[in-house]
């Protein structure tokens, strides 16, 4: 995935202790009163004066050559005061960096925020405007000539990969292939991971069973679209408002695209409507600095509904061959898969990140692992939560259903003979810590819903999910004031509303003070050292690293402001409850400090009292979650109801325990949506048919019963406090645990997402005929 | 500046308090209907009649459309009258699927209808929308025609040659399409007074529990005498075909019988081939099709269970 | 010019505007009145983000024209609150940590409100039909339910 983890990165073992504060669900959360009046302000309710509004302009096809770009009409509309086009932004080199859990490449980043040569998906960008309102900007996209040469486009992963299909990328050679390529493919590398020797893993084998899925691109769909606010001053300073998730790296990103010195770009995170990865990547920022820049005035951009879908960033449309091999008495003995990942326009899928998670719930020997990573013409994908892990998920985990019961055996039985533990070794080098995964099983088959009867029509289905938890670049401040308060100006964007709670809770435990005397603040990033994207589940795990380093330096600082007051040694000064103490009875008979007499005296034995944090969190950490589903199909329809929902994930230790829920809830629900009804619709020309929420279906209220949850708590050995990211896990099982409970009710076994009530339909009627088939050779 | 007074002026690149305008759109909210009819006869561009604007909001907003005037027609009284003469009802276009709903009697008397109002949108969108609008936007696959058709409702319309009715059935011309002639208004329904042991009901089927436009929409309205056989029967189909479909021949299949097996596989097959539905991104011909005889067979029971309680 | 007059009122104040017929309600709302909390989601009443009620009754106001709200009184989630006290809905939603990014917070509270109002004691079912003009990508429903749930005991009992 993304960069090789550092290997000085901070790890900070567990210790178990008495906790006061942690595990409470306090409900004097920072951000909940604002977000229940209406004061939060995320970006688009970010007003400057004088602001302008910047809108962009679309190209209508699939794939096709820019010839020429007149903008004159546009720029003489009364009311528009800058026009924007690719000769506004410098051409880039390639060149990698992570952007959350993926990569980017920046001579296409430029490209996919503004054209260059061509355009290679339905709404992609090709020149900008900032007028004084809103419908001026728009009157004046229409006025703007754009001559295209329309060519062949692909859509479908798999007509990519054929020999005779456009190419999109004269330049792109298959990487991971020896010897090179003379030809230009959409096949932009391809991988490989193994482990053992599949093929004595097969021979050993009773049972042997392969399958290919298909899957649509899905995305995000977080109620926020993208709005980014620039004032690009006099000074020549580009501040930037904007709902991103990770405000360092779109600073590194604007400055890198802008030719901007970083010292010159500030980014300031917004409140975030959703993100779920969706918002790794910049978009319209670069273009409002731009713009901004060319008009003299701020320049506030906010992409309609229709935008967000046709040109942010989806995730993989795939094609995904699974084979398995197992004894009969259900030991799994060889795995093998081909994922085939469309990356969208540029290359970069989630095609690193799907070869970790595939296999790896399971203790096997003998693991091959090929994929392909295929552009195509569609948006460039981008991360969403567990990103590749849903599509690789339903090919695996329903295939092991399949084995299991060959074998007549229970599907969490099976699961429970070959399941990961600590030592396992994966097929992508390293071996597990301590896991929960079969803590997870084991719950859920003791859970009280596997106990509920189910009737004609109705199935049960199980299915497992593994991701890990990203660490990197962290950064934090604890300053303590001199009422006794503790302020943590944090980096990460508190994408869920959640870690901010769980930071404040983490200090006032490490300091040994009140809940309600933390406060926690997002730094911009003039504040503080460099944080990598809120992504992989790292939000709360890693950003509450570098609070419990920063509180303990904030600690050591005390420490040391006493031992000056007592004229003692530093290492004779203990904190303990809140307070500074003699670390024993010999060291003096002083009376204990707290924080704010501390802090009162601070200024006068040395100076002021903070902590600083600036670290490279480990990954690790990794999370695994077990999903129980029931369903009731109508076989006349086709629909799928989901009538009950259980799931079971390792937390490591929970520190705002109902947060979690509402993680692993909001999860499972998007995973639901995932597998009965959401997908991208092209038609012939390549044009997204469905860029609306009326016809991209995302579950409503009605659509979905309670979630039951349940939180087991293996601690992470390399936190502090034990805690695991969460946040990726809960959307991998719903798609394959749908699937085998939609088998378990009526006999069916989908491979093509989504399972939508027509594709249901088909498969019952498909099935009908072939068991009267079937019957009609019997009772011959 | 008096309120409610509209003050006309220059449309193109105005400048108003240092910001410039480039609207083009122009606000009527006439109170009679002769004042209506005559700014859409008069009006040499786009002109929209505004009920809840539930459609032409959207379409506005997505680019389809770019009016030159809006008519609001929220103010004119008969538009918005819900009224039983006699056991037979008449309610207005503009009257709000909420009002509806809320209405006892009209629920009552036409639970089919109500069904398919009740599925228009959202609580959100029914707040505003109007059957008005659900038929003269034209989908095929709206939730209110379908049942109004079963119900036989005739509308009442007014134009500039003056009023004319027209059955329920025969307005909707294709998509996006009806047979009103420019600066027509439907400005109410009538539905006829029913015999005793009469029910209706809509069904349709969506990928979600909500807020879908139909798959597949059949309304049914039925009668039967006190031995519980069907004695007259209307059938409709939404979303099969370019216009909501009135189906004779499925209420053949139903007349005269009591609703039994063979009854009603022939009302399915009925349904079925009338069918001449599109592949689109919402179904398939083939799921259409066959859907299409589900819900007639499921409309019917539930239409037969309302007319003998 | 094009502009026209509208008296309304808004949470319980009185507003004089002059709004061009192509401004939504929720555009007068957010850029002219700079009352930012009813939110834009998808701009085509398929989302719920904007739920304002109007004269009582619960709508979107990316589908309802600005000159529309001329006479007629409004209310959003700014009015929600009575000052500093929360309704029980918006305590019991932070309660239940009904929300996390919060986007779709404001319109699920309107719609929840106008809810309790029509219906005091709804079931499991009622409520999450009535919600389903609002979606929520984050939450899943589950606690937003729940605290609906509790909201409506205690308007009930308390």
């Given at each position: 995935?993304?960069?090789?983890?550092?290997?000085?990165?901070?790890?900070?073992?567990?210790?178990?202790?008495?906790?006061?504060?942690?595990?409470?669900?306090?409900?004097?959360?920072?951000?909940?009163?604002?977000?229940?009046?209406?004061?939060?302000?995320?970006?688009?309710?970010?007003?400057?004066?004088?602001?302008?509004?910047?809108?962009?302009?679309?190209?209508?096809?699939?794939?096709?050559?820019?010839?020429?770009?007149?903008?004159?009409?546009?720029?003489?509309?009364?009311?528009?005061?800058?026009?924007?086009?690719?000769?506004?932004?410098?051409?880039?080199?390639?060149?990698?960096?992570?952007?959350?859990?993926?990569?980017?490449?920046?001579?296409?980043?430029?490209?996919?925020?503004?054209?260059?040569?061509?355009?290679?998906?339905?709404?992609?960008?090709?020149?900008?405007?900032?007028?004084?309102?809103?419908?001026?900007?728009?009157?004046?996209?229409?006025?703007?000539?754009?001559?295209?040469?329309?060519?062949?486009?692909?859509?479908?992963?798999?007509?990519?990969?054929?020999?005779?299909?456009?190419?999109?990328?004269?330049?792109?050679?298959?990487?991971?292939?020896?010897?090179?390529?003379?030809?230009?493919?959409?096949?932009?590398?391809?991988?490989?991971s193994k482990l053992g020797d599949t093929v004595k893993g097969f021979a050993e084998a009773d049972i042997i069973i392969e399958r290919e899925f298909n899957t649509k691109p899905v995305h995000q769909g977080y109620i926020e679209p993208q709005a980014s606010i620039a004032n690009y001053t006099e000074g020549g300073i580009a501040e930037v408002w904007t709902g991103t998730q990770g405000h360092f790296v779109f600073r590194a990103q604007i400055a890198k695209l802008l030719k901007m010195d970083l010292s010159k770009v500030k980014v300031i995170p917004t409140e975030l409507g959703g993100g779920f990865g969706g918002k790794n990547n910049v978009y319209l920022e670069p273009l409002a600095v731009v713009l901004s820049k060319k008009s003299n005035r701020p320049v506030k951009m906010v992409m309609d509904r229709d935008e967000v879908f046709r040109a942010t960033g989806p995730t993989s449309g795939t094609n995904v061959k699974v084979k398995m091999g197992c004894t009969k008495d259900g030991r799994i003995t060889a795995a093998e898969a081909e994922l085939n990942y469309q990356s969208g326009a540029y290359a970069g899928s989630s095609l690193p990140l799907a070869t970790i998670t595939v296999f790896t719930r399971y203790d096997l020997e003998n693991v091959s692992v090929v994929g392909h990573d295929v552009t195509t013409n569609r948006p460039k994908v981008a991360a969403y939560r567990a990103p590749g892990a849903p599509m690789v998920a339903f090919g695996v985990e329903t295939v092991v259903d399949e084995m299991a019961r060959e074998c007549g055996m229970d599907p969490i039985d099976f699961r429970l003979k070959n399941a990961a533990k600590e030592g396992t070794q994966t097929h992508f080098g390293p071996k597990l810590g301590p896991i929960g995964y079969i803590q997870t099983l084991e719950r859920a088959k003791a859970h009280p819903h596997m106990k509920e009867k189910l009737g004609p029509n109705q199935g049960r289905g199980v299915a497992t999910g593994f991701w890990f938890t990203l660490g990197a670049e962290t950064s934090a401040t604890v300053n303590i004031g001199e009422d006794g308060t503790a302020t943590l100006i944090f980096g990460t964007v508190d994408v869920t509303g959640g870690s901010r709670s769980a930071f404040a809770m983490i200090v006032a435990e490490e300091l040994g003070i009140p809940f309600e005397k933390v406060r926690t603040m997002s730094g911009d990033t003039s504040a503080l050292g460099f944080n990598f994207m809120t992504a992989g589940s790292r939000g709360t795990a890693a950003g509450s690293m570098a609070a419990v380093t920063a509180s303990r330096k904030a600690i050591a600082r005390m420490c040391e402001i006493a031992a000056r007051k007592w004229e003692v040694e530093p290492?004779?000064?203990?904190?303990?409850?809140?307070?500074?103490?003699?670390?024993?009875?010999?060291?003096?008979?002083?009376?204990?400090?707290?924080?704010?007499?501390?802090?009162?005296?601070?200024?006068?034995?040395?100076?002021?009292?903070?902590?600083?944090?600036?670290?490279?969190?480990?990954?690790?950490?990794?999370?695994?979650?077990?999903?129980?589903?029931?369903?009731?199909?109508?076989?006349?329809?086709?629909?799928?109801?989901?009538?009950?929902?259980?799931?079971?994930?390792?937390?490591?230790?929970?520190?705002?325990?109902?947060?979690?829920?509402?993680?692993?809830?909001?999860?499972?629900?998007?995973?639901?949506?995932?597998?009965?009804?959401?997908?991208?619709?092209?038609?012939?020309?390549?044009?997204?048919?469905?860029?609306?929420?009326?016809?991209?279906?995302?579950?409503?209220?009605?659509?979905?019963?309670?979630?039951?949850?349940?939180?087991?708590e293996v601690p992470n050995p390399d936190h502090p406090y034990g805690i695991r990211g969460i946040g990726e896990v809960p959307i991998i099982p719903p798609l394959p645990a749908i699937a085998n409970a939609i088998h378990d009710a009526v006999g069916i076994r989908l491979r093509d997402h989504p399972m939508s009530p027509p594709k249901v339909l088909k498969a019952l009627k498909d099935q009908m005929i072939e068991d009267a088939a079937a019957q009609g050779t019997a009772a011959e | 500046m008096l309120p409610g007074v509209i003050y006309k002026g220059r449309q193109q690149s105005e400048h108003v308090n240092g910001e410039a305008t480039v609207t083009d759109m122009r606000y009527e909210a006439p109170e009679t209907l002769d004042a209506a009819v005559g700014l859409l006869s008069s009006e040499s561009g786009v002109a929209k009649v505004f009920a809840g604007g539930t459609d032409v909001m959207v379409q506005i907003h997505l680019d389809m459309i770019e009016p030159d005037l809006i008519v609001d027609?929220?103010?004119?009284?008969?538009?918005?009258?819900?009224?039983?003469?006699?056991?037979?009802?008449?309610?207005?276009?503009?009257?709000?699927?909420?009002?509806?709903?809320?209405?006892?009697?009209?629920?009552?008397?036409?639970?089919?209808?109500?069904?398919?109002?009740?599925?228009?949108?959202?609580?959100?969108?029914?707040?505003?929308?109007?059957?008005?609008?659900?038929?003269?936007?034209?989908?095929?696959?709206?939730?209110?025609?379908?049942?109004?058709?079963?119900?036989?409702?005739?509308?009442?319309?007014?134009?500039?040659?003056?009023?004319?009715?027209?059955?329920?059935?025969?307005?909707?011309?294709?998509?996006?399409?009806?047979?009103?002639?420019?600066?027509?208004?439907?400005?109410?329904?009538?539905?006829?007074?029913?015999?005793?042991?009469?029910?209706?009901?809509?069904?349709?089927?969506?990928?979600?529990?909500?807020?879908?436009?139909?798959?597949?929409?059949?309304?049914v309205n039925l009668t039967v005498d006190p031995d519980g056989t069907c004695t007259a029967a209307r059938v409709a189909l939404g979303a099969v075909a370019a216009r909501p479909l009135l189906v004779e021949d499925a209420a053949r299949a139903l007349i005269g019988t009591k609703l039994d097996d063979d009854a009603m596989a022939a009302l399915a097959a009925a349904a079925s081939a009338a069918c001449s539905p599109i592949d689109d991104k919402r179904g398939t011909i083939e799921y259409r099709t066959e859907v299409a005889g589900v819900l007639a067979q499921r409309a019917a029971s539930i239409a037969l269970e309302r007319a003998k309680s | 010019?094009?502009?026209?007059?509208?008296?309304?009122?808004?949470?319980?104040?009185?507003?004089?505007?002059?709004?061009?017929?192509?401004?939504?309600?929720?555009?007068?709302?957010?850029?002219?009145?700079?009352?930012?909390?009813?939110?834009?989601?998808?701009?085509?009443?398929?989302?719920?983000?904007?739920?304002?009620?109007?004269?009582?009754?619960?709508?979107?106001?990316?589908?309802?024209?600005?000159?529309?709200?001329?006479?007629?009184?409004?209310?959003?989630?700014?009015?929600?609150?009575?000052?500093?006290?929360?309704?029980?809905?918006?305590?019991?939603?932070?309660?239940?940590?009904?929300?996390?990014?919060?986007?779709?917070?404001?319109?699920?509270?309107?719609?929840?409100?106008?809810?309790?109002?029509?219906?005091p004691d709804p079931t499991e079912e009622e409520i999450r039909y009535w919600l389903a003009g609002n979606l929520c990508r984050c939450t899943g429903y589950h606690k937003v339910i729940e605290a609906v749930q509790d909201a409506a005991r205690e308007m009930r009992g308390a």
């Open positions: 995935m993304g960069r090789a983890p550092s290997p000085f990165a901070t790890k900070i073992p567990y210790e178990e202790k008495n906790l006061k504060i942690i595990g409470s669900n306090p409900t004097a959360r920072g951000d909940a009163v604002d977000k229940v009046t209406g004061r939060a302000r995320y970006a688009a309710d970010i007003k400057l004066p004088g602001q302008l509004i910047g809108r962009v302009l679309r190209s209508p096809h699939a794939r096709a050559n820019i010839l020429s770009i007149d903008t004159s009409e546009a720029e003489a509309l009364p009311g528009v005061k800058a026009v924007v086009c690719r000769d506004d932004f410098p051409d880039m080199e390639v060149e990698h960096a992570a952007s959350g859990e993926l990569m980017v490449n920046f001579r296409d980043v430029t490209r996919n925020m503004m054209a260059r040569e061509n355009v290679l998906y339905d709404g992609h960008p090709v020149a900008a405007v900032a007028a004084t309102s809103d419908a001026i900007a728009r009157k004046a996209l229409k006025l703007i000539k754009v001559e295209y040469e329309v060519l062949p486009h692909v859509i479908d992963v798999r007509d990519a990969m054929k020999p005779d299909a456009p190419i999109l990328h004269e330049d792109q050679f298959t990487k991971g292939v020896d010897p090179k390529p003379e030809k230009p493919s959409n096949i932009a590398a391809r991988m490989e290492d004779q000064v203990v904190w303990e409850d809140g307070r500074a103490r003699p670390a024993g009875a010999n060291v003096g008979d002083f009376e204990p400090m707290t924080v704010a007499e501390l802090a009162k005296e601070a200024s006068w034995f040395g100076g002021t009292i903070a902590g600083h944090a600036e670290i490279n969190v480990a990954q690790g950490g990794p999370g695994f979650g077990t999903h129980v589903v029931d369903v009731e199909v109508d076989r006349r329809t086709g629909a799928v109801k989901i009538l009950r929902y259980t799931l079971i994930q390792d937390a490591g230790k929970a520190v705002y325990p109902e947060f979690i829920e509402g993680q692993f809830q909001g999860g499972a629900v998007q995973g639901i949506g995932t597998a009965l009804n959401e997908e991208y619709i092209y038609n012939d020309k390549g044009v997204l048919e469905n860029p609306g929420f009326l016809d991209y279906r995302v579950p409503v209220a009605s659509d979905v019963p309670f979630i039951n949850t349940e939180i087991v | 027609v929220k103010n004119i009284a008969e538009m918005r009258e819900v009224v039983e003469e006699d056991g037979a009802w008449r309610f207005g276009a503009a009257v709000t699927g909420k009002e509806l709903m809320d209405h006892a009697g009209f629920n009552a008397a036409w639970p089919g209808v109500m069904d398919g109002v009740r599925l228009i949108g959202s609580v959100q969108v029914r707040g505003r929308a109007t059957v008005g609008g659900n038929l003269c936007n034209a989908s095929p696959a709206a939730d209110s025609v379908p049942p109004m058709i079963a119900a036989d409702a005739v509308a009442s319309v007014i134009g500039p040659d003056g009023r004319r009715e027209i059955p329920m059935a025969d307005i909707v011309t294709g998509p996006g399409q009806t047979s009103l002639k420019d600066g027509e208004i439907v400005v109410s329904f009538q539905l006829p007074k029913r015999p005793p042991h009469s029910g209706d009901a809509y069904l349709r089927f969506t990928p979600r529990t909500e807020m879908d436009i139909a798959v597949v929409g059949c309304g | 010019m094009a502009k026209q007059y509208v008296n309304t009122t808004i949470n319980g104040d009185t507003h004089e505007l002059l709004c061009d017929p192509t401004q939504t309600l929720l555009d007068v709302l957010r850029d002219q009145l700079d009352m930012t909390g009813t939110k834009e989601g998808c701009g085509t009443g398929d989302c719920g983000a904007c739920s304002v009620t109007m004269d009582g009754v619960l709508v979107c106001s990316c589908l309802v024209m600005g000159v529309e709200a001329n006479g007629k009184s409004i209310e959003t989630i700014e009015g929600m609150a009575d000052g500093d006290e929360l309704h029980p809905l918006q305590r019991k939603f932070i309660d239940h940590v009904a929300l996390q990014c919060g986007i779709c917070t404001p319109g699920l509270l309107v719609a929840s409100k106008a809810l309790l109002e029509e219906n």
